[in-house]
């Protein structure tokens, strides 16, 4: 195994595929970066784009999720996303135990009711009208309505809270390459973390049926988490549960309304939506890549990644792999696979993934058979900045009507 000299270009592929102006399609950029599956580029950081190699770092114990062990630190991890073990297992066991599966697998499925009647509501008031947008129609209001009845926040104070998560998306929707601090994600966290201390201190003495609850009086073998972390894990789930989900929908819509054969299987086949989902995260991941840095020299691809290296994990680029996935440039939804990495892999993988499904499979499926000869307005719609979290800001879609 060798180290890989430094990329000599300045504009390097890798920084084009940062570039806002290729948000619209990074994937030509993606295939031309797969001719090297781990490489370094100028700065220093190591890119990881094949299948093998990303999938199998995604679960090495020596890559950290921990910004305090990046070449810059800047900080300790807010919550067990971004912790490494035994930090993150503890809080992760703690919240997955209250959330499904495994502890409690039929939660999520129990949810299925709720999860049409919602989707049904918001569609039935896109009638009279001859032109939407899924984003702030559909993909936007049902998962985070999802996640604060899971939590247990009251739809009442969504004017409040959604301010707050309004700010925090903003400001990480912007070029990673920006490491300024921002002073209006500080302020919304301070903002959103006193309402969640307040919710989380009446759940103590009167708990309801919800997850705060829950957590609040958690009495499982890892014991209780403490007043910091019951705060930092309310946010995450508040603000996790949906942006994942919202990119699901908005992505799996554009995909559809591109190739109007698959919308028209969607609508007339049922069950086709579960695989067709799974090719969605496959083919358009609502997470193109993620960060990690490495506590010991790892090899990878033929390369030697030094210790305290930055690493950044292509997934998008991974999930496109010709050599894990034949004919991997198509959307292909009877494609006899699972094994994508649109949620991640490894102790970080994404433990609202069955949510998420589920959320997609319902809206998708409801929005194909109800929307009447839905058109695209913008293609290219307008894209977040952000490379990480990949999805139109909005989708403007024109319709002749709404079917019952």
């Known amino acids: 195994m060798t180290d890989v000299a430094a990329e000599p270009r300045v504009d390097t592929l890798m920084q084009r595929v940062l570039d806002a102006d290729n948000r619209h399609d990074p994937y030509p950029l993606y295939a031309r970066i797969r001719s090297r599956p781990v490489f370094r580029e100028p700065d220093g950081s190591y890119v990881v784009c094949g299948y ?12 950290s999720a921990d910004p305090v062990n990046s070449p810059a630190p800047v900080g300790p991890g807010f919550s067990f996303l971004n912790m490494d073990p035994p930090q993150h297992d503890r809080l992760r066991r703690m919240t997955m135990r209250h959330f499904g599966p495994p502890n409690d697998p039929g939660r999520v499925e129990a949810m299925r009711p709720h999860l049409l009647t919602m989707t049904t509501s918001l569609i039935d008031a896109l009638k009279g009208r001859d032109e939407i947008d899924l984003v702030a129609d559909v993909a936007y209001p049902l998962p985070v309505t999802v996640v604060a009845d899971l939590l247990g926040v009251p739809r009442e104070d969504e004017p409040k809270f959604h301010v707050w998560a309004e700010a925090i998306v903003q400001a990480a929707d912007r070029d990673p390459r920006d490491r300024r601090p921002s002073e209006g994600i500080q302020n919304a966290l301070v903002g959103l973390g006193g309402y969640m201390m307040g919710l989380i201190e009446a759940r103590r003495s009167a708990p309801r049926d919800d997850m705060l609850s829950r957590l609040v009086h958690d009495d499982g073998p890892d014991g209780a988490m403490n ?6 894990t309310a946010i995450l789930l508040l603000l996790a549960g949906h942006e994942t989900t919202v990119n699901l929908i908005a992505n799996g819509m554009l995909t559809l309304l ?6 028209r299987r969607l609508r007339e086949e049922p069950g086709i939506e579960i695989p067709m989902v799974e090719e969605l995260l496959r083919y358009e991941p609502p997470v193109h890549m993620t960060f990690r840095s490495t506590l010991a020299d790892v090899e990878a691809g033929g390369v030697t990644i030094p210790a ?3 690493v950044r994990l292509l997934i998008a680029c991974a999930n496109r792999d010709p050599a894990r996935f034949e ?6 939804p009877d494609r006899p696979n699972n094994q994508h990495l649109g949620f991640g892999s490894g102790i970080h993988a994404c433990f609202g993934a069955p949510l998420a499904r589920l959320e997609g499979q319902i809206v ?9 000869a839905p058109r695209l307005v913008d293609d290219p719609p ?4 952000n490379p990480a979290l990949r999805g139109p800001r909005s989708l403007r879609v024109q319709i002749e009507g709404v079917v019952d």
């Open 327 to 332: 004919d991997a440039e198509r959307f292909i």
């Open 52 to 63: 093998a190699e990303v999938s199998a770092l995604l679960r090495d114990p020596r890559l």
């Open 227 to 232: 007043p910091a972390e019951l705060t930092t």
């Open 382 to 385: 307008p894209y977040r900045i």
């Open 308 to 310: 305290r290296s930055a």
């Open 364 to 372: 998708l499926r409801e929005l194909a058979r109800r929307l009447v």
């Open 258 to 263: 591109r190739m109007p054969d698959m919308m």
